[in-house]
């Protein structure tokens, strides 16, 4: 039962350096989305794919780039990290449900940025 | 704007009673669905319950009901015979359509619930 998976859970970075967060899902869900997790402000949508091929900003999609090539795969890339991009990272998919259907979300990445 | 409103920052309760976690939203959809997912200090994100706006009864999981006046656009969470376990942060969400014209998913800010022996 492998679900959500994100990696890696924890990374450091420094100013300006980029890198990539992975995530992938088994379920052939054509729904996926990055989330942010910053306290006091609960979740904010940075980008999601309703398939492969197909990605739409969220909330808060300054800073990062996301690509859908497969329906498994859904990366978020930080081409030059900032320290207001220290944060926690969170994935989620699902299926195709209309309003219904709830997300299923990885465990979260750590983000620092010094 | 804010779309999802959760004006409780923190909440005590007693073991054993119920408590109502608050969660106001704006939308002009006309079908939308709203959600509950907790937070453990784990960090996992785990689903409770969902509400569609077209639903005509409120959503009941086991120990968690969701109050839902859609006049007053609320979708609150009641939580009956707290446990211990209960404690957590709880996040309310909203599914409607982005600027896009596709859906997400939009949460609050959270309620962290605390249980009291």
């Known amino acids: 039962n492998a679900g959500v998976t994100q990696t890696p859970k924890f990374q450091v970075l420094k100013t300006g350096q980029s890198m990539t967060l992975q995530c992938a899902q088994d379920?052939?869900?054509?729904?996926m989305s990055w989330y942010r997790q910053d306290p006091g402000m609960g979740l904010r949508l940075i980008h999601y794919?309703?398939?492969?091929?197909?990605?739409d900003q969220g909330e808060v999609p300054n800073g990062y780039n996301v690509s859908r090539s497969t329906t498994e795969d859904f990366p978020l890339r930080l081409l030059s990290a900032a320290p207001s991009q220290t944060s926690v990272y969170f994935c989620?998919?699902?299926?195709?449900?209309?309003?219904?259907?709830?997300?299923?979300f990885g465990e979260g990445s750590r983000l620092t940025v010094l | 704007a804010q779309k999802i409103t959760q004006t409780q920052p923190g909440m005590f309760v007693q073991e054993k009673e119920a408590v109502t976690l608050d969660c106001t939203y704006d939308t002009s959809d006309q079908s939308y669905g709203l959600f509950w997912y907790k937070q453990p200090s784990s960090g996992e994100m785990i689903f409770l319950i969902y509400q569609g706006s077209y639903d005509e009864q409120n959503a009941t999981e086991g120990r968690y009901s969701l109050n839902f006046q859609k006049a007053r656009k609320s979708a609150n969470l009641v939580i009956s015979a707290s446990q211990l376990g209960d404690s957590a942060m709880y996040f309310c969400?909203?599914?409607?359509?982005?600027?896009?014209?596709?859906?997400?998913?939009?949460f609050g800010s959270g309620t962290r619930l605390q249980v009291q022996p």
């Open positions: 989620a998919s699902r299926p195709p449900t209309g309003v219904a259907g709830e997300l299923f």
């Open positions: 794919s309703v398939g492969a091929g197909i990605t």
């Open positions: 969400a909203m599914r409607e359509y982005m600027d896009t014209g596709r859906r997400a998913l939009t």
């Open positions: 379920m052939n869900h054509e729904y």
